[in-house]
């Protein structure tokens, strides 16, 4: 039971923070250097790789369906929820196959996972607007995806190392 | 904690980074390859999903043209400033990533605007084989 509100705790607080990564990225507007619309630095991924590795799949993926429709409610835009959710469950299922190859580190799950998400937000844009014409940012959003995620991997790895001796990774 | 994870780059993280990169270059070949630039261009707008405007771009008029959809208006207008293409010059969506975009100007590009819902595509004309293949006298 102590462990289970430990967790619970952790879980809303790894949400606040993905929340709040989500809202600062948008000072860092990628757009106007690479104009392609939906484009991000993906901030809150780190959140999410951090809590695939820290507390598993399950808590996770929670934080990450979360996070997403928080975030809808609190824009108060409800039609951004396919975006973020269609996007975010695809780098998740692809981190948590990609977690599982033990020789790969948080560097590789972390570019895995940006580019599923940038098709999954395209197939978002595709069913949104009806037709194919997002399909020309493809190849651009996955060659952005390389440094977007090598970034959040770096911040991940930087994550991982800077509370590698507290209480919270030797799990007490 | 349930794993720690390597937290140094190796050659696998290379693999990765090279299997993302070899997506994106089939991609961009299947996607931007097939857009042939020959012929006439067609300007095609879509809101909503459905098809509201489909003219060739020289009969595009000079004077910005307004589309909506929900809720967005975007004035989308002629470039002749180099080669003859369309952009979107005014918008009042949130992002503004439609007028970002600037002007396209070949076939198979697209300009989105994801708030409005609206899209505006170059089309060329394809090789369908529709045409005649030999005109003779």
Same mark, same amino acid.
């Given at each position: ?27 860092? +507007?990628?757009?106007?250097?690479? +104009? ?51 996007? /975010? ?81 030797? /799990?007490? | ?69 929900? /809720? ?9 400033? /180099? ?55």
């Amino acid at each position: 039971m102590k462990m289970k509100t430990k967790q619970l705790t952790l879980c809303a607080v790894l949400t606040a923070m993905a929340l709040a990564l989500s809202y600062v990225e948008n000072f860092f +507007p990628l757009s106007l250097a690479i +104009p392609v619309p939906g484009i991000k630095l993906g901030l809150a991924n780190i959140v999410t790789l951090f809590a695939l590795y820290a507390l598993g799949a399950g808590p996770a993926m929670m934080i990450l369906i979360a996070r997403c429709f928080l975030g809808a409610v609190f824009a108060g835009n409800m039609n951004a929820l396919i975006f973020s959710v269609l996007g /975010g469950v695809t780098a998740m299922l692809v981190m948590i196959l990609l977690s599982q190859i033990r020789k790969l580190s948080v560097y590789g799950v972390s570019i895995g996972g940006a580019a599923a998400h940038n098709c999954g937000q395209v197939a978002a844009a595709v069913l949104t607007l009806g037709n194919t014409a997002p399909l020309y940012y493809l190849p651009i959003l996955l060659g952005v995806s390389l440094f977007t995620g090598a970034l959040t991997g770096l911040i991940t790895a930087c994550l991982f190392r800077a509370l590698a001796h507290t209480h919270l990774m030797r /799990g007490e | 904690m349930k794993r720690m994870p390597a937290l140094k780059a190796n050659r696998w993280d290379g693999a990765v980074a090279v299997l993302v990169v070899v997506l994106a270059v089939v991609c961009g070949v299947l996607i931007w390859g097939r857009t042939a630039n020959a012929g006439e261009l067609t300007v095609v707008v879509t809101a909503d999903g459905q098809e509201v405007e489909r003219v060739a771009l020289d009969a595009f008029p000079d004077t910005p043209r307004a589309y909506s959809g929900n /809720g967005y208006t975007l004035q989308v207008s002629t470039e002749t400033d /180099g080669k003859r293409g369309i952009c979107v010059s005014v918008s009042d969506c949130p992002t503004q990533d439609c007028v970002h975009t600037g002007t396209i100007t070949r076939a198979g590009q697209s300009i989105v605007c994801l708030p409005a819902r609206i899209s505006i595509t170059l089309e060329g004309e394809t090789a369908s084989g529709d045409g005649p293949d030999l005109v003779i006298g």
